[in-house]
């Protein structure tokens, strides 16, 4: 998480400096980043199908290599096509098998319906990582310019995906459970079923929660990428405005208390809460009369952002077949994703008619009090949807023995 997300997350920071050196558009990059979460998105079942059937580690690994790789590309680009393309294609396949989706399904599968403390401290990583690389890429900025410190933190993502190739074992098979689909004992590479039993399952009946989950996503990537570039146009430096997502990292190690809180109240209570604290963080970076009052945007924005995935994932992972979850949680992830790209581009249309993200940013409020409301009303539908995938699971193990 900490090497996907410091690499994925800190390209907003190169923004305005690539902007200079390179000659590219902020426009274009905008564009660019859409299509790079476009095409994140558009992998998800893919991964999901190689995560169910090769596991976790070797889809993480290779995805790393690429994610990695792109940062070199990118420092070795010649013109906004070289760029786009190694930005588009290699990042954004990277990202799509190293981030979110394989990681749930790794923690998911070995802590089943207790995972929410698991995945909400995995998090930690992702904060980790935006802390580190922005901090290090403003850092760099001056001694390498911007093509070295591209190639420079893309070297550093090579060696520490091969310390993860090393030091990570090997995924181990995996059981289905009980009650779930596919309670057959499945292993991980086959992912098949047992006679009788369903070959699929689905996430229906958990639509209030992947909605928000869409919604959370039409803002996250906006805030994180163009955060920095919003700065800088209000007068701040490409280094100062590029501290604003290591800022945003740091405030998330509300994580680590989200982690403790899981243990004791559920994740659909906590939900909503955070999508408020998301949405007033958004009121701040749209309407803020003072450029400095962005810090405290990015402080509020950090902790509740970041704290949604794993809430998210432990209430839509709940009830399901472990052996299968590549597969069934790639549709969520290409929600999440979508909406991204749509949420980057639509910031990006609205720069180039009003020479801002401001006009974004105060819609960001209106789909986050939304995703807010959403939230507040699934306790009981995620619940029920849970028992409805253990009671189709056991009618399907009755059929199979009758």
């Given at each position: 998480?900490?090497?996907?997300?410091?690499?994925?997350?800190?390209?907003?920071?190169?923004?305005?400096?690539?902007?200079?050196?390179?000659?590219?558009?902020?426009?274009?990059?905008?564009?660019?980043?859409?299509?790079?979460?476009?095409?994140?998105?558009?992998?998800?079942?893919?991964?999901?199908?190689?995560?169910?059937?090769?596991?976790?580690?070797?889809?993480?690994?290779?995805?790393?290599?690429?994610?990695?790789?792109?940062?070199?590309?990118?420092?070795?680009?010649?013109?906004?096509?070289?760029?786009?393309?190694?930005?588009?294609?290699?990042?954004?396949?990277?990202?799509?098998?190293?981030?979110?989706?394989?990681?749930?399904?790794?923690?998911?599968?070995?802590?089943?319906?207790?995972?929410?403390?698991?995945?909400?401290?995995?998090?930690?990583?992702?904060?980790?990582?935006?802390?580190?690389?922005?901090?290090?890429?403003?850092?760099?900025?001056?001694?390498?310019?911007?093509?070295?410190?591209?190639?420079?933190?893309?070297?550093?993502?090579?060696?520490?995906?091969?310390?993860?190739?090393?030091?990570?074992?090997?995924?181990?098979?995996?059981?289905?459970?009980?009650?779930?689909?596919?309670?057959?004992?499945?292993?991980?590479?086959?992912?098949?079923?047992?006679?009788?039993?369903?070959?699929?399952?689905?996430?229906?009946?958990?639509?209030?929660?992947?909605?928000?989950?869409?919604?959370?996503?039409?803002?996250?990537?906006?805030?994180?990428?163009?955060?920095?570039?919003?700065?800088?146009?209000?007068?701040?430096?490409?280094?100062?405005?590029?501290?604003?997502?290591?800022?945003?990292?740091?405030?998330?190690?509300?994580?680590?208390?989200?982690?403790?809180?899981?243990?004791?109240?559920?994740?659909?209570?906590?939900?909503?809460?955070?999508?408020?604290?998301?949405?007033?963080?958004?009121?701040?970076?749209?309407?803020?009369?003072?450029?400095?009052?962005?810090?405290?945007?990015?402080?509020?924005?950090?902790?509740?952002?970041?704290?949604?995935?794993?809430?998210?994932?432990?209430?839509?992972?709940?009830?399901?077949?472990p052996a299968r979850l590549g597969r069934t949680l790639a549709?969520?992830?290409?929600?999440?994703?979508?909406?991204?790209?749509?949420?980057?581009?639509?910031?990006?249309?609205?720069?180039?008619?009003?020479?801002?993200?401001?006009?974004?940013?105060?819609?960001?409020?209106?789909?986050?009090?939304?995703?807010?409301?959403?939230?507040?009303?699934?306790?009981?539908?995620?619940?029920?949807?849970?028992?409805?995938?253990?009671?189709?699971?056991?009618?399907?193990?009755?059929?199979?023995?009758?």
């Amino acid at each position: 998480m900490t090497v996907s997300f410091g690499l994925n997350f800190s390209a907003g920071v190169f923004f305005a400096p690539v902007a200079e050196d390179y000659g590219i558009g902020a426009g274009t990059l905008a564009v660019a980043a859409a299509l790079s979460t476009a095409v994140t998105g558009a992998a998800q079942p893919l991964v999901g199908v190689l995560l169910d059937r090769i596991g976790a580690k070797r889809v993480i690994v290779a995805a790393l290599l690429l994610l990695s790789a792109s940062y070199l590309a990118l420092g070795a680009a010649r013109g906004a096509g070289q760029f786009v393309a190694a930005y588009v294609v290699l990042g954004g396949l990277g990202f799509a098998g190293s981030s979110s989706l394989a990681v749930s399904t790794l923690i998911a599968r070995a802590e089943g319906d207790r995972a929410a403390p698991a995945l909400a401290r995995a998090t930690i990583g992702i904060n980790l990582g935006q802390l580190v690389v922005p901090w290090a890429a403003a850092g760099l900025f001056g001694p390498l310019g911007t093509r070295g410190t591209y190639v420079a933190i893309g070297a550093a993502g090579l060696a520490a995906t091969a310390v993860l190739a090393a030091a990570v074992p090997t995924d181990r098979q995996v059981a289905a459970v009980p009650g779930a689909f596919g309670a057959s004992g499945a292993s991980l590479a086959t992912g098949g079923g047992g006679p009788g039993l369903p070959k699929r399952q689905s996430l229906r009946g958990r639509g209030r929660i992947l909605a928000a989950f869409g919604l959370h996503a039409a803002t996250l990537y906006a805030m994180v990428l163009l955060l920095p570039k919003h700065a800088v146009e209000l007068g701040w430096s490409a280094a100062a405005g590029g501290s604003l997502v290591a800022v945003a990292a740091a405030a998330a190690v509300s994580s680590a208390v989200t982690a403790r809180l899981v243990g004791h109240t559920a994740p659909e209570r906590l939900l909503p809460v955070m999508h408020v604290l998301r949405a007033t963080s958004l009121v701040l970076a749209a309407a803020a009369p003072d450029p400095r009052l962005l810090v405290v945007a990015a402080v509020l924005f950090g902790a509740a952002s970041f704290t949604v995935i794993p809430l998210t994932m432990a209430i839509v992972t709940r009830g399901l077949d472990p052996a299968r979850l590549g597969r069934t949680l790639a549709p969520a992830w290409i929600v999440h994703q979508g909406s991204a790209g749509l949420g980057l581009a639509l910031a990006a249309a609205g720069h180039a008619a009003t020479g801002g993200y401001r006009a974004y940013f105060a819609a960001g409020v209106g789909l986050s009090l939304f995703a807010a409301v959403l939230t507040s009303t699934t306790e009981s539908a995620a619940r029920t949807a849970a028992r409805t995938t253990a009671s189709t699971a056991a009618l399907a193990s009755s059929a199979s023995t009758s």
